[in-house]
């Protein structure tokens, strides 16, 4: 069978276009540095910059190989202009810069352009080799870069700005910078971590627990936001919660020195001495901390806990020896006895200053210790702060007290944060309204009294007191325990703001409160004059137990020095 054999068609050659265009160029340009064959690498790049006159990277290129011909005067010309015209946010030029300059052994020049990097690059990317050339003209200058910041690690040092104002008790100024921090990098973990503590330590527990939440949806290995989070649920009582986390911490087992600490700490805040002890004694036999004393005295705390005592009182010996000027392991040594023999309650807190009562039975008759004190030691302020967030009543009313003494923005923050606690007494947020009334806090004050929200109206700016003396307390007191159940929450404010107005006014020539009782029933007679409330000298008499002769005489002094007769006749005419 015959086949019909089909002719071939001619084949066209294929012809593969060559495309001129800068990536042309700058692949050919690549190719020729790879040879060291810069000349042509050179006009391979000019022709790229050609092509895309506006694209900042071909212009750098090209200062790159003419920086590294030894070209640099060329090199500095194509630099300024990719800064002056084409992209003046592309800060590694001024890296660029500081490497022809520093070749040319221009160093003032080249300081001058590595600090213009230094403190405007974000990103960071030529960080090390920064550090490298700041060494060379340390050198060569004879002294340190006038150099104030570094963008790229702006976050950083920011970051431990806010962990030293923490470690201050300066809660609100570091939420303020923490949040700033975020702001600018959400990835932040290790600073939103802390911004969270710093929640926790302003009472702030529900922004503290989502903020830690955050941080363990993004990492939830993150030890420290496990650790700050079993703590919180310790103090809101989250049993539930904090039993199902401690499980997860026990089965855990960090390798850094740092996240044992944290671990063993915080497992002996929830009560888990035993595994704390564990971890405290394996940090003591590594040796890398072994002469720390607040770590001996950690360590004590659990082993007394567990009725170790004679371990117990070994740690503190230790502690004591490495730091003799502390009086902290003296104290427990001291008590270790009377604890062993069950006479006192083992220490719960695992802090390496004194017990908060005790710092005050040794300051109680010298406010100006106190002052000193709190502005003086970090440690101490927080534990100030702490108390008046977890102490009982009558911790919470001498902390109020003794932050009166300090009187700083920070002071201010958290009394007014206290005045908005649903959770706290009423009777302790009339204490915090009369301190900042005596230190010069004279704005608007919101208050949640009752649980009813209030606004104290603003008062006229009145002589700051130095000292709240407890006599001026007792006077408080008990004008507030007669006036309880008769006169409003407003009422009694306006009789607090009376009463510092009066001292302000007087003071230093105070007058000897000898009967404080008819203080108290002239400061109501004045309150109810004001609010037009009927009140008699006979009810004053009977409830107050004093003469009508020396309520008489209390409340001319009062008048005396606040003018009240005037100002009730100038705006209440009907008064009689």
């Given at each position: ?59 750098c290129n090209m200062a790159g190989i003419l920086s590294e011909m030894g070209r640099y005067e060329e090199s500095n010309v194509i630099l300024r202009s990719v800064l002056d015209q084409i992209d003046p946010a592309m800060t590694e030029c001024y890296y660029y810069l500081a490497n022809n300059y520093a070749n040319m052994e221009l160093f003032e020049a080249a ?18 080799e920064s550090d490298e050339l700041l060494d060379l003209l340390h050198y060569e200058l004879n002294r340190p870069a006038k150099l104030s910041t570094i963008k790229a690690k702006e976050n950083i040092y920011a970051h431990d700005k806010a962990r030293e104002l923490l470690e201050a008790g300066r809660f609100a100024e570091a939420v303020k910078m923490l949040e ?26 529900d922004k503290s627990i989502a903020t830690i939440t955050e941080v363990l949806d993004a990492e939830p290995g993150n030890l420290h936001a496990l650790c700050n989070l079993a703590i919180f649920y310790q103090h809101s009582n989250q049993q539930g919660q904090l039993q199902a986390l401690i499980s997860k911490l026990n089965k855990t087992i960090p390798f850094h ?320």
């Amino acid at each position: 069978m015959n086949q019909r054999k089909r002719a071939a068609k001619p084949r066209r050659p294929k012809v593969i276009p060559m495309r001129l265009d800068a990536t042309f160029f700058f692949e050919r340009a690549v190719q020729s540095l790879d040879r060291y064959h810069y000349d042509k690498a050179l006009k391979y790049f000019r022709r790229a910059v050609e092509y895309e006159p506006e694209n900042p990277v071909n212009h750098c290129n090209m200062a790159g190989i003419l920086s590294e011909m030894g070209r640099y005067e060329e090199s500095n010309v194509i630099l300024r202009s990719v800064l002056d015209q084409i992209d003046p946010a592309m800060t590694e030029c001024y890296y660029y810069l500081a490497n022809n300059y520093a070749n040319m052994e221009l160093f003032e020049a080249a300081e001058e352009a590595l600090v213009r990097y230094l403190e405007n690059d974000t990103e960071g990317q030529f960080l090390e080799e920064s550090d490298e050339l700041l060494d060379l003209l340390h050198y060569e200058l004879n002294r340190p870069a006038k150099l104030s910041t570094i963008k790229a690690k702006e976050n950083i040092y920011a970051h431990d700005k806010a962990r030293e104002l923490l470690e201050a008790g300066r809660f609100a100024e570091a939420v303020k910078m923490l949040e700033e921090i975020i702001e600018r990098q959400p990835d932040f973990l290790a600073a939103r971590n802390n911004l969270g503590l710093a929640y926790y330590y302003m009472g702030l527990f529900d922004k503290s627990i989502a903020t830690i939440t955050e941080v363990l949806d993004a990492e939830p290995g993150n030890l420290h936001a496990l650790c700050n989070l079993a703590i919180f649920y310790q103090h809101s009582n989250q049993q539930g919660q904090l039993q199902a986390l401690i499980s997860k911490l026990n089965k855990t087992i960090p390798f850094h020195p740092e996240h044992v600490f944290k671990m063993a700490t915080t497992l002996g805040i929830v009560g888990e001495h035993r595994e704390a002890y564990q971890h405290f004694r394996r940090l003591l036999r590594t040796g890398e901390l072994a002469g720390e004393p607040s770590l001996h005295h950690f360590a004590a705390i659990a082993a007394v806990n567990l009725h170790r005592y004679e371990e117990a009182k070994k740690h503190w010996q230790q502690a004591e020896k490495l730091d003799p000027g502390s009086q902290v392991p003296a104290f427990h040594l001291k008590r270790l006895e009377r604890v062993s023999a069950g006479e006192e309650s083992p220490p719960a807190h695992y802090h390496y200053h004194l017990p908060f009562e005790e710092q005050f039975k040794q300051w109680e008759n010298s406010p100006g210790q106190v002052t000193e004190a709190l502005k003086s030691d970090p440690l101490i302020r927080s534990s100030f702060f702490w108390a008046l967030r977890h102490g009982d009543r009558r911790t919470k009313v001498q902390v109020i007290q003794a932050l009166g003494l300090v009187a700083d923005d920070e002071v201010v923050e958290a009394l007014k944060a206290f005045l908005v606690d649903p959770d706290e007494e009423d009777e302790l947020k009339r204490v915090a309204v009369l301190v900042l009334r005596s230190i010069g806090v004279q704005d608007s004050l919101s208050v949640i009294f009752s649980g009813r929200a209030l606004t104290l109206e603003a008062r006229r700016k009145s002589a700051q007191l130095p000292v709240w003396d407890s006599a001026w307390q007792t006077v408080l007191e008990q004008a507030l325990e007669g006036m309880s159940g008769r006169y409003d929450v407003v009422q009694q404010h306006d009789m607090m703001t009376l009463w510092v107005d009066f001292l302000s006014r007087v003071y230093p020539d105070v007058p000897k409160l000898h009967k404080s009782t008819g203080w108290a029933a002239a400061l109501e007679y004045w309150t109810a004059k004001m609010h037009r409330r009927t009140v008699t000298y006979a009810d004053l008499v009977s409830r107050y137990g004093v003469s009508q002769a020396s309520i008489s005489r209390y409340a001319n002094r009062i008048d005396e020095a606040c003018g009240i007769r005037e100002k009730l006749d100038l705006t209440r005419p009907s008064f009689h």
